[in-house]
């Protein structure tokens, strides 16, 4: 809560807790995008037979929470380096955030139509979006140390690149290959997430950070 | 808010941040499985008959309301202890966090169909799930001191999975009824948050622990 | 954030959080409560007679967005004396906000039904409850000192319990008119919200008890 | 978090509070302005024909997302000079926060009828109001020094109040010139955001004043 520049603190604080509110809002939005299925007549065995067939959407929502969580989890491990803001930073921030919020939208859409390559294209384009503001995000940041510490490792800021980019690369793929097999494509954006959970070069790189200064928040920021 | 732990501390902030965050959209948004009624013609008894018929849509907001209250403040119970994060404690956080965010979901589904085995399975699944990884994250957190305190008393951490196996295994009896007759295990499930009201040994533990070390958090940590 | 009291810090703070974020989600919701109108053909002057035809929904917005201001308000004043919690007032808490979350669902329906005394009757009955359970955590925490510092004024205790029934009250009363007459009875909610903007003894009180010791929170206080 | 007035710090944090709760889900609920469209039969050539015409709603979304993020950083940037709050202060923000929360409605009705003079009108109406009540609000607190600190530059309570006029002054010019030709209405609103893109002569102020003390908060406030 305590900022050791003197320049950057409450700014930070408050883009913090307005990114908290919107990740938060969008990823609990997402139920939404599963619909409570209107039977008749009303027995077990319609009822059953129409929450089957809601597994895309099921499937949709697995895939942006996590992808949002994951996102939520990379924007602070960058504020944990930033140390100033400025007008254009703030507003990369803002449209970050448009992007965030619009993903209950592709997810819904996603969902109802999984078959259909139109969906596929503007879920993966919405997720490249987030991400590519991400990767401006910190760009921008680290750029000539604009906003960032001086000490910061060169090797991190390109290592968080790579990583941040994972997420938009992999969209597009799974994006391409609709044009391919829906199926396969549909599998792919199920993939990506689970490329965050393996551990990567990245998290040594936290690790030793951590070991040397004992800094308070650097433990969160090994997981992206 | 300031931690003693130099290792965990923003990270643990953060993500109490997002669950405060999640808890609340989602316990708000559990009054949208309760529809304003359509009524044609308008009079105050078609409006009374159709309000009267959506009983069990509010039955279910009560109970999720205050299951998803408990829930809330159990998880905070667990993190007055833990002083460190890492990667998977993160992802068992975020799969709780998806599991509790579609509560308003399941909860919709049993409001609509309440005389439905499937609806009732389908929320007692959902409350297990909840349950099920708020205990895992105990679990992984306290096993071998992995993210807690030293000092931790054994006895605190059985008793505390002891309480928190209270609701799901409720849930699934609640979910198993529902084979013999839906109308017991609707009242079931309504019965679960009121064995959370009746204090229980874990509460003594907690006022004692509370005498001893005057810690400013354990007050909250008495109910669960 | 920082407690003087050792035994009620940190759970004060993470329920203040709580509640927060449920006031501003039901307030922010209510305006699901004011569906575009869907017209045909789409004339200026059709849309303009459809607009003004929400008239019921707007004026239910305004009402209930005001008044679950100023159960904010009251409820944050309430903590601003508040030292410990317990159990039992937790749970007051989390029923105060979970009829604090259905007032959208109330507001939606008598913004529908501004004409059938139904509507007005559970629109009334809410806020009452609403009211109720404020009122309840206030006679709790401060009956024999229980959760309050000791040198609260009796005199404060007594003009807050004033305070906090005035809204019930009412309530109760434009509930009661609808057998009357519902214009009067929507009237009458109308000017609930206006009776909290008169400032009353008990700012006399706040305002005399702030220029004394110069606490930092009492100047929030003194609006309700 | 810690303020340095003795006499407004709780009640400020806790406004700023929620207002970042409402910001950030009247945000993200504007998403719900964009509805899945309907199509059959589901073929890529229906679904791709109906998304685009979609596009007056993603329109409407991208201005309102920027013009509440523009709001939100504005009424930060007028806490950070504000010492004190009183009860009409309070209701300012009340009210202010209620039009805001109504964003989403207005955006809607827009993004459904953008050929409509009256949706134009409307939308245009809830903007004038919300930069209207953030001007009451900064005018309200300036006046007399009433609740900011002696020493505030009278230049820049001026340029502020200048800064803040944009907004609605623009708005209304937008919705009048919805009487003349719709299609350039909607684009001069599209174009409202973009004058907030701008560096004025307030941010020379702010970062003349930022270099004089290095507050900590000065840099955030750069930016509106």
New interface residues.
């Given amino acids: 809560?305590v900022?050791s520049d003197?320049?950057?603190?409450?700014?930070?604080?408050?883009?913090e807790?307005?990114t908290?509110?919107?990740?938060?809002?969008?990823?609990?939005?997402?139920?939404f995008g599963?619909k409570?299925p209107v039977?008749t007549p009303?027995?077990?065995k319609t009822?059953?037979h129409e929450?089957v067939r809601l597994w895309p959407s099921v499937l949709t929502?697995?895939i942006s929470?996590?992808m949002l969580?994951t996102y939520?989890?990379g924007h602070?491990n960058q504020y944990?380096y930033i140390r100033?803001?400025?007008?254009l930073f703030?507003?990369i921030n803002?449209f970050f955030?448009?992007c965030v919020?619009?993903i209950?939208?592709s997810a819904?859409?996603l969902g109802?139509?999984p078959?259909?390559?139109?969906?596929l294209t503007?879920y993966g384009l919405n997720l490249i979006m987030v991400g590519g503001f991400l990767y401006a995000h910190w760009r921008y940041a680290t750029h000539n140390h604009r906003l960032v510490e001086r000490n910061i490792p060169p090797e991190l800021v390109r290592l968080a690149k790579h990583r941040i980019l994972v997420g938009p690369v992999a969209s597009a793929m799974a994006a391409c290959l609709s044009f391919v097999n829906v199926r396969l494509s549909l599998a792919l954006f199920a993939l990506i997430p689970l490329l965050y959970?393996i551990?990567g070069r990245i998290?040594r790189h936290w690790l030793r950070s951590?070991g040397e200064d004992?800094?308070?928040?650097?433990?969160?920021?090994?997981?992206d």
């Fill in positions: 809560m900022d003197p320049r950057g603190g409450l700014s930070k604080v408050r883009i807790a307005l908290d509110g919107v990740f938060a809002i969008a990823m609990t939005l997402l139920i599963i409570v039977v009303v027995t077990d009822l059953r929450l929502y697995v929470f996590v969580g939520w989890v602070h944990h100033r803001t400025d007008r703030l507003w803002i955030l448009m919020a619009s209950p939208f819904s859409l109802q139509y078959a259909a390559r139109t969906a503007v959970l551990p998290d951590r004992l800094d308070p928040s650097r433990s969160g920021a090994q997981s």
